[in-house]
């Protein structure tokens, strides 16, 4: 499989840096506890080709890949959540 799928939950704080997770909670209080700061805007997804992604791109690579949502009541709209990947 050569499509870019999202692999894990991520928040990108406010110098850049890409904090990764099981669930975006986790993310964030490492961010909290290494004293940083995020907008909510920048939570996401690394994905496959180690890029960050926001929830709506996220949510485009998993469909289009035809990846269906680990949740069992489906996808949320149109973003992505970490309970959509497992």
Known sequence: ???????????MDETGYV?????????IQLVIAFG??????????V????RFVNRF??????TSAGIPSADKGGYRGCR???????
């Open 57 to 62: 791109e996220g949510y485009f690579l998993q």
């Open 47 to 50: 994905t496959s080709k180690n």
């Open 1 to 11: 499989m050569n499509k870019e799928i999202c692999i894990c939950a991520a928040v």
């Open 19 to 27: 904090w990764r997770g099981h669930r975006h909670a986790d993310c």
């Open 80 to 86: 992505l959540f970490s309970e959509d990947l497992y």
């Open 36 to 45: 940083r700061t995020y907008k909510e805007s920048n939570q996401g997804f």
